[in-house]
Structures are given as structure tokens and as C-alpha cells.
């Protein structure tokens, strides 16, 4: 079966850094797009960025550059969404997802359960 | 970025009712645009892609048309496992976007 199995729900403080993960399992890693989504609450979807990880080929949106760091490690099938200096405005769900075949053109059609992050003083 | 405008931002409707969404692109995408359901707590669930191909295991009361800037979501009869949200999404530019989400209610 493939699936994405995400790490678990965060609680931190303002400024404080994170990195969440996203494994993939039932499929070839290397080969698929992965990325990431955001969703504040309440609130709607969010494109992220996404990442190749054959070859760590990354793309961001410009809402979200600059403000986390993508990366992916294909020796583990798992790919990360980093922040160095969290904030309050981050406390959002994130979803990782998979591109719904090897091109870069593609939508998601496998996704993570989730990871929610509250960052809270 | 492509701007994706849905419309209605909510729907009230019945069982058995016909249902169209509409998405909006700030600019041509030609045919890269996806359909998703979400339901409260889940992850997002893709119905739709290249703007009218339906997804395996996706019922075929859910249809998608449309390419350039205008697209289309119907539900030809509404069941009660159809009310959720739902988000269209462009793949045609560098940075994807997805529309506001229109909630689908019982009315």
C-alpha cells in the first residue's frame, strides 16, 4: 500500500526551531514529487513547495520562501518541512503529499495524515 | 502567482440535488487543474485532474470540465458522503495555488 506517515503533533514557543517529517513507504521515493500544504485553522489549503528527492530539486512559493526549508533523505524514504524561528502565525496543520505520478506537472493524489504545530508562548 | 477564484464560497443543497462549483484562473492554465474533497479532520482527497479526468475509486456522479481560466465541479445527484469542502488547484505555474474552498451544506 502506498502510504506517507507523518510525525507527530508539536507544541513549541515562538522562536524555537522544528523540522516535521513526511515517510513514504509502498513505492519508489526517489521517483515521485513530494511537497507540502499548509492549513491554518479554520482556514484553506496553502501550496507549500515541493521536492524531487532523486535529486533534492526543490521549488518554493514566494509566500514561503525564504520562511522554511524543504529536504528530503532517500536513504530513509522520508522528506522534512524546517523552520528555523518559529512563529505564532505558523500554528497550522501541515500536510505532505505525493505528486500523482513521476512528472513535476501533477497534482497530489497520496497525501499524510497531518501534522499539527502550535506554537504558543 | 495564479490567482484561483471558486464560487459559490458555500452551497446549501439537498440529496439528489445537481451541483456545480466554479474555479477561476488569473490567467490561462490550459487543462492543469485538479478537484479535491476535504472533510473535517482529513486530508484532502483528489477527485479531479487535468481538469476533467476522474480519479480511480472516484464516483462518477463527480465530473469536471473546463481549460484556460474557467473550470467546473458538478455532482450530478448530491449523497450524503458529498457534503465537504472543495478546493480546485492550478499545476500549471511554477508555485501552484488552490482556490478559497467552497463548503457544501445541507440545506
Known amino acids: 500500500e502506498v502510504q506517507l506517515v507523518q510525525s507527530g503533533a508539536e507544541v513549541k514557543k515562538p522562536g524555537e526551531s522544528l523540522k516535521i517529517s513526511c515517510k513514504g513507504s509502498?513505492?519508489?521515493?526517489?521517483?515521485?514529487?513530494i511537497g507540502w500544504v499548509r492549513q491554518m485553522p479554520g482556514k484553506g489549503l496553502e501550496w507549500m513547495g515541493i521536492?524531487?528527492?532523486?535529486?533534492?530539486?526543490?521549488r518554493y512559493s514566494p509566500s514561503f520562501q525564504g520562511q522554511v526549508t524543504i529536504s528530503a533523505d532517500k536513504s530513509i524514504s522520508t522528506a522534512y518541512l524546517q523552520w528555523s524561528s518559529l512563529k505564532a502565525s505558523d500554528t497550522a496543520m501541515y500536510y505532505c503529499?505525493?505528486?500523482?505520478?513521476?512528472?513535476?506537472?501533477?497534482?497530489?493524489?497520496?497525501w499524510g495524515q497531518g501534522t499539527m504545530v502550535t506554537v504558543s508562548s | 502567482d495564479i490567482q484561483m477564484t471558486q464560487s459559490p464560497s458555500t452551497l446549501s443543497a439537498s440529496v439528489g440535488d445537481r451541483v456545480t462549483i466554479t474555479c477561476r484562473a488569473s490567467?490561462?492554465?490550459?487543462?492543469?487543474l485538479a478537484w479535491y474533497q476535504q472533510k473535517p479532520g482529513k486530508a484532502p482527497k483528489l477527485l479531479i485532474y487535468?481538469?476533467?479526468s476522474l480519479e480511480s475509486g472516484v464516483p462518477s456522479r463527480f465530473s469536471g470540465s473546463g481549460s484556460g481560466t474557467e473550470f467546473t465541479l458538478t455532482i450530478s445527484s448530491l449523497q450524503p458522503d458529498d457534503f465537504a469542502t472543495y478546493y480546485c488547484?492550478?499545476?500549471?505555474?511554477?508555485?501552484?495555488?488552490f482556490g478559497q474552498g467552497t463548503k457544501v451544506e445541507i440545506k
Open positions: 487535468l481538469a476533467s
Open positions: 503529499a505525493r505528486h500523482r505520478d513521476s512528472g513535476s506537472t501533477r497534482p497530489f493524489d497520496i
Open positions: 488547484q492550478q499545476y500549471n505555474s511554477y508555485s501552484r495555488t
Open positions: 509502498g513505492y519508489s521515493f526517489t521517483s515521485y514529487w
Open positions: 521536492i524531487y528527492p532523486g535529486d533534492s530539486d526543490t
Open positions: 490567467q490561462s492554465i490550459s487543462s492543469w
